[in-house]
């Protein structure tokens, strides 16, 4: 019966799993877990077979296995029977063990690239961050020139946590046009300085409680846009 899968090219061998056999080279027992590979109608050991400076690893990591297959000289596939699918699955490969160390190194430096990347993006992302709320604090004083710095820099913070992470230079753009900045502060006015999360706690809806504190905040930002 062939292995249902690997390549016509395969050299394959078998996980052995029921009874004990023995070895036709060296009358080797083999048992459950032994490899058995079949010359014609011999089954040899691996040693038998030559194939003993091989070293097996398991499936599972596709990449690792890709790798290694490509820097070994000489490789088996492992299959197993599985009787409740009634088939030969893969089971791993048989490879010289300087091939799997230079995979592994591989892999291992693909990781390692992997991070590397990972903190240049979001060392990006907090240089973005910080830009955009400089900027937007900027902004906030270029229109509000009477709003205290500390306050600029808090509404431009919290509009920075708004769009955390998601800062691109057109979103930033887009994000300090003057109608945003005025609407950013305006909020801020409204929770900080009057008493508007207090009426919408005491139960009064939104649009009303908005006409309540108007005059106040307008007051405020009348009282931050004077330039002297
Ligand atoms: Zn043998």
Avoid at 13 to 37: H, I, K, M, P, Y
Avoid at 46 to 74: I, M, P, Q, V, W
Avoid at 96 to 107: D, F, G, Q, R, V
Avoid at 150 to 175: D, N
Wanted: proline share 3%; hydrophobic share 35%; aromatic share 6%.
């Amino acid at each position: 019966m062939r292995p249902s899968r690997g390549r016509s090219e395969d050299i394959v061998v078998f996980w052995l799993q029921g009874r004990e056999s023995r070895c036709d080279g060296c009358d080797a027992e083999l048992s459950r877990g032994n490899f058995l590979r079949r010359e014609g109608d011999r089954g040899l050991c691996l040693a038998c077979a030559d194939f003993d400076h091989l070293e097996f690893l398991e499936s599972g990591d596709a990449a690792l296995t890709r790798r290694a297959s490509k820097h070994s000289r000489l490789r088996a596939v492992v299959v197993k029977w599985s009787k409740a699918r009634r088939r030969y699955e893969r089971q791993g490969i048989l490879v010289e063990p300087a091939a799997i160390e230079t995979a592994l190194e591989a892999c291992l430096a693909d990781e390692e690239l992997r991070e590397a990347r990972r903190r240049r993006e979001a060392s990006r992302r907090e240089r973005l961050d910080h830009e955009y709320v400089g900027t937007f604090a900027d902004q906030i004083r270029e229109q509000y020139p009477r709003c205290p710095p500390e306050t600029a820099t808090r509404v431009a913070e919290h509009a920075c946590r708004k769009h955390s992470g998601r800062v691109g230079r057109t979103a930033m753009a887009k994000a300090l046009d003057p109608d945003a900045v005025d609407l950013a502060v305006q909020a801020h006015i409204r929770h900080e300085l009057t008493g508007y999360d207090a009426h919408l706690l005491g139960g009064l809806e939104r649009r009303e409680a908005r006409e309540r504190v108007r005059p106040e905040v307008a007051r405020i930002l009348d009282d931050w846009s004077a330039s002297s």
